[in-house]
């Protein structure tokens, strides 16, 4: 009896090893898989209700760039073919932004082949290829999601994306070209989502751009579809497009004026992103508030 009762002993300490051993089993990357709720705690202002119009502080952006920012209409939103725009692949995150991610997972191998994103304004979906293919040529399709292609160094995954058609890098008309590279730095911390990305652009940006965005884990989370229907909410004459000519934009000051800022750094720049420029503002002049 003692014999046997001894042997029953070995046996569940060996079984409860081996069963250890194998619910752990190789450990691979975290895994990003799951529902992400925005948070808001960075850029509120101009990520939610939007940027003041000519705010560019902070921006490396050049005179391409501000030109185009001048030029730029809010009512252009209001053209039916401009209503039911995704943001891209390299804005939707900074936007109403709640998040799902999920693992596409080869049957046979068990490899990974792929992340794949929803996010909850306008249902933008991108598929991030982890199987090591190539990005495709130049004159391939460029779309709102863009082309893009991750691995993992250790438990960040660094995302590389190209072939982006035209957007923007901040809502009030600052253009990101379709010439862009945009690469990405998710880190999970626990709960917390962290996507550090990078926009390169050599038609718009003298400088990287950098930025942050984060969400926290929200198992319960139910993203809504997001149907969107464009229909004529201005009569304008066909063809029309709302727009300032250069030196027109009568809007431009009003930034500067409500916050009492010289206008100069409103225009931005890569010298506006550095602390060292709080010395040469000092010595500038504010633009008066209106009606003064």
Known sequence: MRIALRLAVAFVVVAAGATSLIAQGPRGPMDLSGEWAPLFHEDQPERIPGPD?????????????????????????????????????????RGPANLRIWREIDHDSQGLIA??????WQQPERTIWMDGRPHPPEYAAHTW??????????????????????????????????KAVLTEHFVRHDNVLTLI???????????PFVRTTNWALDPHQLIAPYPCQAVVEIERPQGTVPNHLPGSNKFLQEFAAKYNL?????????????????????TMTPVPKQGK
């Not at 992340?115 to 909850?120: D, E, N, V």
């Not at 750094?265 to 992103?273: D, K, N, S, V, Y």
């Open 145 to 178: 999601q863009g082309f893009s292609t991750g691995k993992f160094d250790g438990d960040m995954l660094t995302v590389t994306t190209t072939h982006l058609k035209m957007g923007w890098i901040r809502r009030n008309g600052i253009p990101r070209s379709d």
């Open 115 to 120: 992340l794949h994103t929803h996010i909850s």
């Open 262 to 282: 010289p206008f100069e750094p409103t225009r931005g720049g890569a010298e506006t992103m550095y602390p060292e420029y709080m010395g040469k503002l000092a």
């Open 53 to 93: 119009i000519g705010d560019y502080l902070g921006l490396p952006i050049n005179e391409a760039a501000r030109l185009h920012g001048d030029a730029w209409d809010a009512s252009l939103l209001t053209l039916p073919e401009h209503q039911c725009k995704p943001h891209p692949a390299d804005y939707s995150p």
């Open 197 to 207: 990305s990078v926009i390169q652009d050599p038609l718009y940006l003298s400088e």
